[in-house]
């Protein structure tokens, strides 16, 4: 499934994407797993999750939307968390918000899920305004313990609802 907006196209990952994943990892405010080619193929196999492409084909981003024991909250049925990355140079541009849009459109009128939830670092003061600009609510603010540095962050937990059948 493709999703296309006013200045990207969502597709699917491809196996071509690897640098992309390569090159992200190299920043330290995007979390990627040491198995990149690993991640790439759970990347390639969840049909929720999107490469950010700009129309000339080339990859700026991810956004995915996480269920079951892939998420780092306790999801109910029908619920997701969002995760998501821009390359540095793509940042502050409005696309993550237009990217996050799109897919909060598909998952809330199209296809069944009632709730998505979009967590954010408090220090990221950009994710709060894209968060804020994609229609997400605060729900609370939470001390989050990193995985993988096993460093405590406070975080935003921020939520998106369908209502009355419709996105809101």
């Not at 956004?63 to 995760?83: K, Y």
């Amino acid at each position: 499934m493709a999703l296309t907006t006013r200045h990207l196209v969502l597709r699917r990952w491809q196996s071509a994407d690897l640098p992309v994943l390569q090159t992200a990892s190299a920043d330290s405010q995007i979390p990627l797993p040491q198995d990149l080619p690993g991640y790439l193929a759970t990347l390639q196999q969840d049909s929720l999750a999107f490469a950010l492409c700009l129309p000339c084909g080339r990859v700026i981003g991810s956004l995915r939307v996480l269920q079951g024991a892939a998420a780092s909250l306790p999801l109910r049925f029908r619920e997701g968390e969002i995760a998501c990355w821009m390359l540095p140079q793509e940042r502050s541009r409005g696309l993550m918000t237009e990217a996050l849009e799109a897919v909060c459109r598909l998952c809330l009128t199209r296809l069944p899920f009632e709730r998505l939830y979009y967590c954010w670092f408090s220090s990221n003061t950009a994710s709060g305004r894209v968060a804020k600009k994609a229609g997400f609510k605060l729900l609370r603010t939470e001390d989050y313990l990193l995985p993988l540095s096993h460093e405590v962050r406070p975080r935003n937990i921020e939520v998106r609802e369908r209502c009355g059948g419709t996105d809101t």
